[in-house]
T-cell receptor, first 109, second 115 residues
Framework: GDSVTQMEGPVTLSEEAFLTINCTYT??????LFWYVQYPGEGLQLLLK?????DKGSNKGFEATYRKETTSFHLEKGSVQVSDSAVYFC????????FGTGTSLTVIP | NAGVTQTPKFQVLKTGQSMTLQCAQD?????MSWYRQDPGMGLRLIHY???????DQGEVPNGYNVSRSTTEDFPLRLLSAAPSQTSVYFC??????????????FGNGTRLTVT
């Protein structure tokens, strides 16, 4: 069945560091891929999405590229800020939405 | 612009009590769903609906009931609460049904504790 495997956390970075959170997926067919962000005490918010192979989703300095050959959708940001501290979820939409277990990111000044 | 509204935000129940978690959306979304979020387990789908009058089970449906009498509302009922149901519950909706690229829109969650 469809599934998402996400890099374990927690991740702690200094401000302005480079961020990568790995995400790989298993799916039949051609799913859409998403990254969601959850700030403390809130629900999940869509961060970015990609709907087909080689698409790049981007938002707020975050990027992820849909790689069909490696079944990956890694999240990257060139320079993180304290305000990026949150939990990040990778997800795919196949016959249902499938979520990874989440990666907690803390950015320290 | 309310989006997805969940009530209550917090609830404490005793084992065996029943309650209903409310979820309403004002975006005319056909698809609505309930997830529970537990540490280290991500989000697990409880029940979902692709339209009024249609519901189906997700990954962890036992102990929960749902109904969908209108497009806007999708309540989740706990029939006899158990400590294993202590969790954070999220309602989510999207524009169309399964297998498409419309993203899910989430409510802010209900934190439930069962003692």
């Amino acid at each position: 069945g469809d599934s998402v495997t996400q890099m374990e956390g927690p991740v702690t970075l200094s401000e302005e560091a480079f961020l990568t959170i790995n995400c790989t997926y298993t799916a039949t067919g051609y799913p859409s891929l998403f990254w969601y962000v959850q700030y403390p005490g809130e629900g999940l918010q869509l961060l970015l999405k990609a709907t087909k192979a080689d698409d790049k989703g981007s938002n707020k300095g975050f990027e992820a590229t849909y790689r069909k050959e490696t079944t990956s959708f890694h999240l990257e940001k060139g320079s993180v800020q304290v305000s990026d501290s949150a939990v990040y979820f990778c997800a795919l939409s196949g016959n249902q939405f499938y979520f990874g277990t989440g990666t907690s990111l803390t950015v320290i000044p | 612009n309310a989006g997805v509204t969940q009530t209550p935000k917090f609830q404490v129940l005793k084992t065996g009590q029943s309650m209903t978690l409310q979820c309403a959306q004002d975006m005319n979304h056909e698809y609505m769903s309930w997830y529970r979020q537990d540490p280290g387990m991500g989000l697990r789908l409880i029940h979902y609906s692709v339209g009024a009058g249609i519901t189906d089970q997700g990954e962890v449906p036992n102990g929960y009931n749902v109904s969908r009498s209108t497009t806007e509302d999708f309540p989740l009922r706990l029939l006899s609460a158990a400590p294993s149901q202590t969790s954070v519950y999220f309602c989510a909706s999207s524009k169309v049904g399964q297998g498409v690229d419309s993203p899910l829109h989430f409510g802010n969650g209900t934190r439930l504790t069962v003692t």
